[in-house]
Nanobody, 126 residues
Framework: QVQLVESGGGLVQPGGSLRLSCAAS????????MGWFRQAPGKEREFVAA????????YYADSVKGRFTISRDNTKNTVYLQMMSLKPEETAVYYC???????????????????WGQGTQVTVSS
């Protein structure tokens, strides 16, 4: 089993920045790939970013490329999502997820992940 706990959400003005963290426990952190998803009210959960087990490979949704950065610190069992130039339409609950097993070329679907955190709310508003 893997436990994931997100933190760092909150209220930020449009154009502002926020850094989310996801602390993992339960299994060897460096053995699994990590991703961030988000879900706005009334919408499906959507992929944001993913990082390989080593941190050497990353993948982003087109909508966040150049503004968001995913990273991980395997010594702290933590994955991060640095978000910049935030937009009101990015208001959502942000979830981190852990994946084992098959390595996908496009790790963008929820079924590709095995464990999920409870989410942290990000609100972008003036």
């Amino acid at each position: 089993q893997v436990q994931l706990v997100e933190s760092g959400g909150g209220l930020v003005q449009p154009g502002g920045s926020l850094r989310l963290s996801c602390a993992a426990s339960g299994r060897t952190f460096s053995n699994y790939r990590m991703g961030w998803f988000r879900q706005a009210p009334g919408k499906e959960r959507e992929f944001v970013a993913a990082v390989s087990w080593s941190g050497g490979s990353t993948y982003y949704a087109d909508s966040v490329k150049g503004r968001f950065t995913i990273s991980r610190d395997n010594t702290k069992n933590t994955v991060y999502l640095q978000m910049m130039s935030l937009k009101p339409e990015e208001t959502a609950v942000y979830y981190c997820a852990a994946a084992f097993g098959t390595v996908y070329t496009r790790p963008v679907f929820t079924y590709q992940y095995d464990y999920w955190g409870q989410g942290t709310q990000v609100t972008v508003s003036s």
